[in-house]
């Protein structure tokens, strides 16, 4: 299947380079083009696209709002958002506003696409880098955040151990096959408790999973 992709950029130039790239692609179309957050809102809900490709410093709305905006709207874009600003402070709001991802523009084009590719597969994706100063600003929300104990009988909420078990691993960053690998068992039924965890925590992706798994203290960074 063909991957619908809208670019949200105040810079002409960034705009027109991403869309060459991502169109040099064969599973990835780019539909459409908008020049600031509120442009980028309204084009979502005219082209319906799979993922927004979403600057965070855009005229008359930032990304952040446009991004908490799209998310609400309750569509099926998935928002990657895209940077020259590795800053902790962008990355969590960005993360907190409902984007599934975040990539620096200074990211290949390899990276951009399976960038693309990944967040429209319900994955969570954040550049290596962002991904550990972002843990870093994790570990400073508490001294002693709260571990769940793998192979312990703990859980949290409605969870069931093994959900919980997988909650964690989706905060350590661990992708559905390498979970079932660590758990010994079928990626089949991994997917069926991360769409669970989902469901009881009323979360949309697993990178609000991984937000949510932090900021409850159910594991400690490092």
Same mark, same amino acid.
């Not at 020259?84 to 620096?104: C, H, I, K, N």
């Not at 089949?188 to 991984?210: E, P, Y």
């Given at each position: 299947?063909?991957?619908?992709?809208?670019?949200?950029?105040?810079?002409?130039?960034?705009?027109?380079?991403?869309?060459?790239?991502?169109?040099?692609?064969?599973?990835?179309?780019?539909?459409?083009? *908008?020049?600031?957050? =509120?442009?980028?809102?309204?084009?979502?809900?005219? !082209? &319906? %696209?799979? /993922?927004?490709?979403?600057? $965070?410093?855009?005229?008359?709305?930032?990304?952040?709002?446009?991004?908490?905006?799209?998310?609400?709207?309750?569509?099926?874009?998935?928002?990657?958002?895209?940077?020259?600003?590795?800053?902790?402070?962008?990355?969590?709001?960005?993360?907190?506003?409902?984007?599934?991802?975040?990539?620096?523009?200074?990211?290949?084009?390899?990276?951009? *696409?399976?960038?693309? =590719?990944?967040?429209?597969?319900?994955?969570?994706? !954040? &550049? %290596?880098? /962002?991904?550990?100063?972002? $843990?870093?600003?994790?570990?400073?929300?508490?001294?002693?955040?709260?571990?769940?104990?793998?192979?312990?009988?703990?859980?949290?909420?409605?969870?069931?151990?093994?959900?919980?078990?997988?909650?964690?691993?989706?905060?350590?960053?661990?992708?559905?096959?390498?979970?079932?690998?660590?758990?010994?068992?079928?990626?089949?039924?991994?997917?069926?408790?991360?769409? =669970?965890?989902?469901?009881?925590?009323?979360?949309?992706?697993?990178?609000?999973?991984?937000?949510?798994?932090?900021?409850?203290?159910?594991?400690?960074?490092?």
């Amino acid at each position: 299947m063909t991957i619908r992709v809208l670019i949200a950029d105040d810079q002409m130039m960034v705009r027109e380079g991403f869309s060459v790239l991502l169109g040099a692609m064969p599973d990835i179309e780019v539909v459409g083009e *908008a020049v600031n957050g =509120r442009d980028a809102v309204e084009r979502v809900r005219e !082209l &319906a %696209p799979d /993922v927004v490709l979403m600057d $965070i410093r855009m005229p008359e709305m930032n990304g952040i709002e446009a991004t908490r905006e799209i998310v609400a709207a309750d569509g099926a874009a998935k928002v990657l958002v895209l940077t020259t600003f590795d800053l902790d402070e962008y990355v969590y709001q960005a993360l907190r506003a409902g984007a599934s991802g975040f990539l620096l523009k200074d990211a290949s084009a390899r990276q951009l *696409a399976d960038g693309v =590719r990944v967040v429209a597969a319900g994955e969570a994706l !954040l &550049a %290596p880098s /962002v991904t550990r100063r972002l $843990i870093t600003e994790f570990s400073k929300l508490s001294e002693s955040p709260r571990l769940v104990p793998t192979g312990q009988q703990a859980t949290y909420g409605d969870l069931t151990e093994r959900e919980t078990e997988v909650l964690i691993l989706i905060a350590q960053g661990l992708s559905n096959v390498e979970i079932a690998e660590r758990l010994v068992v079928a990626e089949s039924t991994i997917k069926t408790h991360v769409s =669970r965890v989902l469901v009881k925590l009323g979360l949309r992706d697993r990178t609000q999973a991984a937000v949510f798994a932090y900021e409850a203290r159910l594991v400690r960074p490092g």
